[in-house]
């Protein structure tokens, strides 16, 4: 452990957890974040493979939302609002006049505290106050990082409500297999198993509502094709959100959710969820940041696979919801394995 910076006048503070396979993880408690996350390249060397900062200053003053735990809500909620048991909860409007990530008051934006830590895993852990981030319902929540024997990062969510409410976490990993400053990532490959998407109204990024086939349209990932393929092709939906920034349906009949390999590291990511939706977000607006190491990240130079309930499910009777009741748990995993 080591100190990280100041949040306020709190100490924020690195943490270390290790594989026995060689994968490496730094996190720090500022929005229960992933910091680091070293793998080992086809030539043996030691590769970053997350975007992020060298101090919890930087998270705090920027809102790309590198390696956080994002949460109650991941994503959007149109028009910053929903009705729960007839009631009409207001959010705040942080994205156009949607929520987008909970808003400033997101547990993104939290320090959360270290409940256990060994070798490999360790868990974060906070009390969200009802109404705090304007969601209903005192709810305690637990993320536990774990690096795997078989060389993957496992991340495992608890949470219990006193109160009806929206839970629906994410972390939004920004990832770059050829390394976190290692420019665009036009040429990795990419596979999505899903045979559908959720196409977006405009470019406030609310979806439709539809299903929609990816048959014939950019968003087919089922068979292997680079990200730069078409992403410029001029499609509506790509239009849009300056690139990918969509929910993809998972065919969850298939062994993992989606595969992404580095063209020049020759690394390969393993997503498994499950979870019924996954965003794919091509980093389209992180031009000018400046990362760890002073690492000058560019537009796209990144992806993100965030897995979550779709995008303002509570207003889409068609969506599964992300209600949480009082007296269930909520109790999600989702794992990056990497090999080469």
């Known amino acids: 452990m080591k100190e990280f910076g100041k949040v306020g006048t709190e100490t924020a503070h690195l943490y270390e957890i290790k594989g026995k396979n060689g994968i490496r993880a730094e996190l720090t408690e500022y929005g229960a974040t992933l910091v680091q996350l070293l793998v080992n390249d086809k030539n043996g060397h030691e590769v970053d493979v997350v975007c992020g900062y060298d101090c919890v200053e930087d998270y705090v003053k920027n ?6 735990t994002v949460g109650r809500n991941a994503n959007r909620i149109a028009n910053a609002k929903f009705t729960l048991n007839g ?6 409007q942080n994205d156009n006049e ?11 934006d939290r320090m959360w505290s270290v409940k256990s830590q060994c070798e490999n895993a360790i868990t974060f852990a906070i009390r969200d106050e009802a109404y705090s981030d304007d969601f209903p319902g005192n709810l305690e929540v637990e993320v536990t990082y774990t690096l795997t024997d078989d060389n993957a990062l496992e991340i495992h969510y608890h949470a219990i409500t006193d109160e009806d409410t929206i839970c629906n976490f994410t972390n939004h990993s920004y990832f770059n297999l050829n390394g976190h400053d290692a420019g665009l990532v036009y040429d990795h490959e990419l596979i999505i198993n899903a045979n559908e998407y959720t196409p977006d109204i405009d470019s406030k990024a609310i979806p439709t509502g539809e299903l929609c086939d990816v048959t014939g349209t950019p968003f087919d990932f089922r068979k292997p094709k680079t990200i730069g393929a078409e992403i410029e092709s001029g499609d509506q939906q790509l239009v ?8 993809y349906v998972i065919d969850q009949s298939k062994d993992y959710v ?8 020759g690394i390969v990511m393993e997503m498994k969820t499950d979870l019924p939706g996954v965003q794919l977000y091509t980093a389209n607006f992180i031009g000018g940041q400046i990362g760890k190491g002073g690492a000058q990240y560019v537009k796209r130079g990144a992806l993100c696979l965030e897995s979550q309930y779709f995008p303002n499910n509570i207003n889409q009777e068609n969506f599964e919801s992300a209600i949480l009741r009082k007296g269930e748990v909520y109790d999600t995993t989702t794992s990056y394995r990497f090999f080469v």
């Not at 809102?63 to 956080?68: D, L, V």
């Not at 849009?240 to 929910?247: A, F, K, P, R, T």
């Not at 989606?258 to 590291?265: E, F, I, N, P």
């Open 98 to 108: 949607n929520n987008l990530h909970s808003g400033k008051n997101g547990l993104s």
């Open 63 to 68: 809102t790309c939302y590198f390696g956080a």
């Open 258 to 265: 989606a595969r992404v390999t580095g063209d020049k590291s």
């Open 240 to 247: 849009y959100v300056n690139g990918y920034d969509h929910n």
């Open 87 to 92: 009631k009409t909860i207001e959010l705040e």
